[in-house]
């Protein structure tokens, strides 16, 4: 069996950065040197100068980090773990779509491929959107990809009306109303804290909406003790650690609460992709350079 120690031994010799979304393993953030939200990871990979970057993720935060950084090899422990975000949202029928759009620019959630990245005007996180639409002309028209519940919170809380592809997250958009009713008659002294990914129905029912830092953020500042959380249960390992008085609360219904993509990374196959250097993330140049654009203009205004 791989031990953490296995792990950060190998790192070293590699002189290799491990990053981790918050919804890893909590054996997968405890071997992390940055365990964050998408924005802070990217942020992250864009600045190391660390020989490899094994991401614990998903395969498009990978694919973000190869962008930002392409003289380092990217590391991603298994390749199947995909964003139903991101592949529910192909490039050639975006293209297609547009066509129905021609003055139309495309802002798009980090949570897409590289190839959609390519076609973008800007990239937001759920962590920054509000504050980049913001500051958009108020008559620039646009369409969002691919999250159709997060682009319909943009919408609600800026007053504009983005155009909205028809993507959603198959974890937080299992949640609903009545999930939401039950939580909160079973814990009423609970603040109820959701990810925007999450539908508005929920989202109207929460106290708090924000990305996975800015919930912990919340959570921390709070004079609550109890708090309802409605996003991926890897996110609690660091909330328990940050907060160890308080006590969290979340459903019995598993499809809504793990995202099974996230759980692919485990210490076996992230030590393993470290001591064979595979599997490697690629990209062309050109989707590289195309790629980098958007994501750029977006850590400016972040
Ligand atoms: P955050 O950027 O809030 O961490 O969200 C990433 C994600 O995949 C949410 O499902
Ligand atoms: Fe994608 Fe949802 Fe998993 Fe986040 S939780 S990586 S949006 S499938």
Not at 54 to 83: R, Y
Not at 209 to 227: D, I
Not at 255 to 268: F, V, W, Y
């Amino acid at each position: 069996m791989i031990t953490k120690e296995d792990v950060l031994s190998l790192k070293k010799q590699k002189n290799a950065i491990i990053l981790a979304h918050y919804y890893t393993l909590p054996e997968v953030q405890e071997v992390a040197d940055f365990v964050g939200d998408s924005l802070g990871l990217s942020q992250k990979a864009a600045q190391t100068d660390a020989d490899i970057i094994l991401f614990a993720g998903v395969h498009f935060m990978a694919e973000t980090a190869k962008i930002l950084n392409p003289s380092k090899k990217v590391l991603i422990p298994d390749m199947k773990a995909g964003c139903s975000l991101a592949d529910g949202c192909d490039a050639e029928e975006l293209a297609e779509f547009m066509k129905d759009y021609p003055d139309h620019k495309i802002l798009a959630y980090i949570n897409c491929t590289a190839a959609v990245k390519t076609m973008s005007d800007i990239i937001v996180t759920s962590g920054n959107a509000l504050k980049i639409v913001n500051a958009l002309p108020a008559d620039e028209k646009i369409v969002f990809v691919p999250d159709r519940n997060l682009g319909d919170y943009i919408n609600q809380q800026t007053g504009r009306q983005m155009v909205l592809w028809h993507g959603d997250c198959c974890v937080h958009a299992r949640w609903n109303a009545s999930m939401v009713h039950e939580l909160k008659a079973k814990y009423p002294n609970a603040q109820v804290i959701a990810h925007p990914e999450c539908k508005r129905e929920v989202l109207e029912l929460s106290d708090f909406v924000g990305s996975t830092a800015a919930m912990l953020k919340y959570v921390k500042a709070s004079e609550h003790q109890e708090f309802v959380v409605i996003t991926e249960n890897g996110i609690l390992h660091e909330m328990k650690k940050q907060n160890p008085d308080k006590i969290f609360y979340s459903a019995d219904n598993q499809e809504a609460c793990i995202c099974r993509s996230m759980k692919k990374n485990n210490l076996e196959n992230i030590y393993q992709a470290l001591k064979e250097e595979t599997p490697e993330l690629i990209l062309d140049e050109e989707t590289i350079e195309k790629a980098k654009r958007p994501i750029l203009k977006m850590l400016e205004l972040s």
